[in-house]
């Protein structure tokens, strides 16, 4: 439901779930990767030009969705706060900004009351981490100053003990228990955990981050490596496309050399250029430009430029 400042000025007119790459939005990368799950309910806790989110979910998916929205970015507690009325079950929180990769398999035991998805990173000062004490968690630490743990919480969680979720994240928002001005999930965790709960660790296969522009092109890059792109209904015209790249549907590539990781949206146009490392919106033109490592948005004009562009949707450069 975040407004999502870091990936401005594309979040400026698309919640950041729908940033488009590799074919298709992040959040349609998510719902794709977990189809095979078996989930009675999806709910979506929407913000910031959440009505885009509902008609690309009902456009897209037939399964059970419900949406909530939190008109006030009070944190990740506060948002299941709102929801609470649809947790009567063991349940899965996945944050809608990094695309994952994990053994999604047997997440309920009767050895523990909750399992935590995490990855090993270099600089543990960037998120939240966690403490594991005879295999179980024992802390949750928030951007830890000192060094306490390098397993990075990693925006996948499952809790199978919901009600004393629901007690203690009550609890938390009635105690007025916030980190940096807002309500975190970690927090709730800490006071399961204070009350005897049994929270494990599992570590991911991949975690690409998907909240900065630079992170968004790592991950693309990624994504395009790992399955591949296609071009099968795309117009090219006397030009060199280098694998992989995904182009959309109706797209035109005119005099032109694309890739490799490159792509582009359905009915956009690239003529008498050369692009590459680069996602282009839908409806898009490029014309006599060289562009690499850019993000390009719906509808954007850009023309003669010879640099890395970072453009929202409807702009014209050049």
């Not at 940033?19 to 910031?48: C, R």
């Amino acid at each position: 439901a975040g407004v999502g400042k870091r990936m401005r000025p594309h979040t400026h007119t698309k919640p950041k779930p729908l940033f488009g790459l590799a074919g298709k939005p992040v959040l349609g990368h998510i719902l794709d990767y977990i189809a095979g799950l078996e989930v009675e309910e999806y709910v979506f806790i929407i913000g910031h030009l959440g009505g885009q989110i509902v008609e690309y979910v009902r456009q897209n998916y037939e399964f059970k969705s419900t949406f909530v929205e939190q008109p006030e970015q009070m944190g990740q507690s506060h948002a299941l706060h709102l929801a609470r009325h649809t947790i009567d079950q063991p349940f899965m929180v996945i944050f809608a900004d990094t695309i994952f990769e994990a053994d999604l398999s047997g997440p309920a035991s009767s050895d523990r009351d909750g399992l935590i998805y995490v990855q090993e990173v270099d600089d543990p000062s960037r998120f939240g981490v966690v403490t594991v004490k005879n295999g179980y968690v024992d802390r949750f630490v928030e951007k830890p100053k000192a060094p306490v743990s390098n397993l990075a919480i990693a925006g996948v969680y499952y809790i199978s003990d919901w009600r004393l979720f629901l007690e203690t994240n009550e609890d938390l928002l009635k105690r007025d228990i916030k980190t940096g001005g807002e309500f975190y999930l970690a927090d709730t965790l800490q006071l399961m955990v204070n009350r005897g709960s049994r929270i494990q660790t599992r570590q991911m296969d991949v975690w690409a981050d998907c909240g900065t522009p630079e992170a968004i092109l790592e991950t693309h890059r990624y994504l395009l490596d790992r399955y591949g792109g296609s071009a099968a209904g795309a117009n090219l015209v006397n030009s060199v496309l280098i694998p992989p790249c995904s182009i959309g549907n109706g797209a035109q590539v005119i005099n032109s050399v694309v890739g490799p990781y490159v792509s582009i949206g359905p009915r956009s146009t690239v003529r008498d250029s050369i692009v590459s490392d680069t996602i282009i919106g839908a409806e898009a033109a490029i014309q006599r430009g060289v562009l690499e490592k850019s993000l390009i948005g719906d509808r954007a004009t850009v023309a003669g430029r010879h640099a890395g562009l970072n453009v929202g949707d409807d702009s014209v450069v050049g």
